[in-house]
């Protein structure tokens, strides 16, 4: 039976982590199903020029991801009856990769939107493994009264703060993403080669 991670793309900015962690499922041979909110086609155009068009979603991921497919099922983000919004649906679980302030606060309160915050709310009551990325600085004291809620209702609160200790302070743009991306997997339990481990040992990493 097909049990594919479900990866929620929100409308914050980041979301080159979204690729990242949908490169890497997908490297690991693990099936992915994609939701990508309304606000998140106009971020996805902005930082990388990509659009995704529901109707020709298989050509416009692809150019995205810059890859083959694979095992991966796009749900349109208006569709509330897709199999993602019920908990008898097969999944390992969720990650959403960036998520945006307005993301957090509708999983949070179950407010299901749209089919990225219904399916979060999902994995979440099935007690799914639920990874959730904002990627807002600084906060407001309400985004982070739904942070705390996310985590209580069992969600793990992964914020794009990447770690400088496996490549330095030249550090390229991609090893930063992967760092975070590669976290997300950690999370998710998905064994990966994103980011150079510490050791606890000088020179060792």
């Not at 991670?5 to 041979?29: E, N, Q």
């Not at 996805?44 to 995704?52: N, R, W």
Request: proline share 5%; hydrophobic share 45%.
């Amino acid at each position: 039976m097909r049990e594919p991670w479900i990866i929620g793309v929100s409308g914050a900015s980041g979301t080159p982590y979204a690729k990242a962690v949908i490169g890497a499922l997908l490297d690991a041979g693990e099936s992915v199903d994609l939701v990508v909110s309304r606000a998140a086609r106009l971020t996805l155009l902005d930082e990388t020029g990509a659009t995704i068009r529901d109707a020709h979603w298989k050509d416009d991921v692809a150019a995205w991801l810059g890859r083959e497919l694979g095992d991966l099922t796009y749900w349109p983000a208006g569709d509330l009856a897709a199999g993602p919004s019920s908990g008898s649906y097969p999944a390992k679980g969720m990650a959403v990769v960036p998520a945006s302030t307005a993301a957090c606060a509708g999983i949070a309160i179950g407010l299901s939107k749209d089919l990225l915050q219904r399916a979060a709310e999902v994995n979440l009551k099935e007690r799914r493994r639920t990874v959730v990325v904002p990627r807002e600085t600084p906060v407001t004291r309400s985004h982070l009264e739904h942070l705390i809620a996310l985590l209580d209702a069992g969600a793990v609160v992964l914020p794009a703060s990447p770690g400088f200790y496996g490549s330095g302070a030249d550090a390229t743009a991609q090893q930063l993403i992967d760092f975070i991306a590669g976290k997300v997997l950690d999370s998710l339990g998905v064994e990966h080669t994103l980011m150079r481990r510490w050791s606890g040992q000088i020179g060792e990493r």
